[in-house]
């Protein structure tokens, strides 16, 4: 069973930078691809950025490119998610989600991590 955690959310100013880790705790070996996903409030949830366990094949939302950076720490079977450069509407909740193959939908979700962006 895949179980993911996220950690690294907080308060921050504009231009500031946060960086947030995905880790799984479960059956690693199932991932085929881990995600992150944001929903501020009063908004639908939006994909930002996804990568290939194996650490290739990232995909960023046009909002999120050249700020944000996706990767995978093999040594500690985590993903991270390195903020540049956050502006206020950035400001949401940041969830991990993995999905099991190419054409699986994203059926393991962590619980979420906030982040606040002040102006």
């Known amino acids: 069973q895949v179980q993911l955690v996220e950690s690294g959310g907080g308060l921050v100013q504009a231009g500031g930078s946060l960086r947030l880790s995905c880790a799984d705790s479960?059956?690693?070996?199932?991932?085929?691809?881990i995600g992150w996903f944001r929903q501020a409030p009063g908004k639908e949830r939006e994909f930002v950025a996804s990568?290939?366990?194996?650490?290739?094949?990232?995909y960023y939302a046009d909002s999120v490119k050249g700020r944000f950076t996706i990767s995978r720490d093999n040594a500690k079977n985590t993903v991270s998610l390195q903020m540049n450069s956050l502006k206020p509407e950035d400001t949401a909740v940041y969830y991990c989600a993995g999905r099991t193959g190419p054409t699986s939908e994203y059926d393991y979700w962590g619980q979420g991590t906030q982040v606040t962006v002040s102006s």
């Open positions: 990568v290939r366990w194996s650490g290739d094949s990232k």
């Open positions: 479960g059956r690693t070996f199932r991932i085929y691809a």
